[in-house]
């Protein structure tokens, strides 16, 4: 059901947008009056259901499929699919991401390639690219980064290391980008179990999170939300949404 209409008109783009995460940001704009184009890479079914429900609330929706690990030729084709579809972007938030063990000694240079293009090379060619509509319409960037990456994990090395580069470059962006933009990134811990998970692992988990329990999807959305909207003073920051974990 839709409700709080305060970003009607405006036009969000989510990468990694059909499951999970992704597709809870994309409901959660949506509701709040945006339409929506977003990415995905093995999800068409999700995808296209997403899209076919939100169309029947109202919204106009954009699916494109791409592999953001290969960045040239999917922000080429991202480019080409929402300039067919939309001509105002005011909302980017790069959510794709690539979750895999890489410890010093079993990481390929493929997967730690794969890492750097999915998490800093295609949401930098999706800000350059986007960057004269986000201007114009004072718009919003949001990252979303890892709470991990400020205390990295040894059988994640690599992984962490990409994330802790975009968290870096989320400050440069809001530097670049000011006055017109405001750029952000969250850094999350548990806000949906990654699959296989044993329940006594998750437990452990929570003994170490001062609010005892695992966050959602949707916090996540709701805080993109916020910041697109009440949070708009706000540009610069790596905010944590981990029930108190970085701080035990």
Request: glycine letters at 8%; aromatic letters at 6%.
């Amino acid at each position: 059901m839709l409700n709080g209409m305060e970003l009607t008109g405006r036009v969000a783009l989510v990468t990694g947008g059909a499951k999970r995460v992704g597709r809870a940001i994309v409901e959660r704009l949506a509701a709040a009056g945006c339409n929506v184009a977003f990415t995905y890479f093995n999800s068409q079914r999700e995808a296209q259901e997403l899209a076919e429900r939100l169309v029947a609330s109202g919204r106009q929706v954009v699916t494109m499929p791409a592999d953001l690990a290969e960045p040239d030729r999917a922000v080429a084709a991202i480019a080409t699919a929402f300039s067919n579809r939309f001509g105002r972007l005011d909302i980017l938030v790069n959510n794709a991401s690539l979750y895999q063990p890489s410890s010093l000694q079993a990481v390929t240079l493929q997967q730690s390639r794969r890492f750097w293009a999915l998490h800093v090379e295609a949401p930098l060619l999706l800000c350059r690219h986007f960057e004269a509509h986000l201007r114009h319409n004072r718009g919003h960037v949001i990252n979303m980064v890892d709470l991990i990456a400020e205390r990295p994990r040894p059988d994640h090395l690599i992984y962490c290391a990409s994330k802790a580069a975009l968290a870096n470059m989320t400050v440069g962006l809001a530097r670049e980008l000011a006055p017109e933009v405001t750029v952000n990134g969250i850094a999350p811990g548990v806000v949906d179990w990654p699959h296989g998970i044993a329940q006594q692992k998750r437990a452990e988990y929570l003994q170490r999170v001062p609010l005892a329990h695992a966050g959602t999807p949707a916090d996540v959305a709701e805080l993109i939300y916020y910041l697109c909207t009440t949070g708009n003073y706000i540009t610069g920051q790596i905010i944590r949404l981990d029930g108190g974990r970085s701080i035990v």
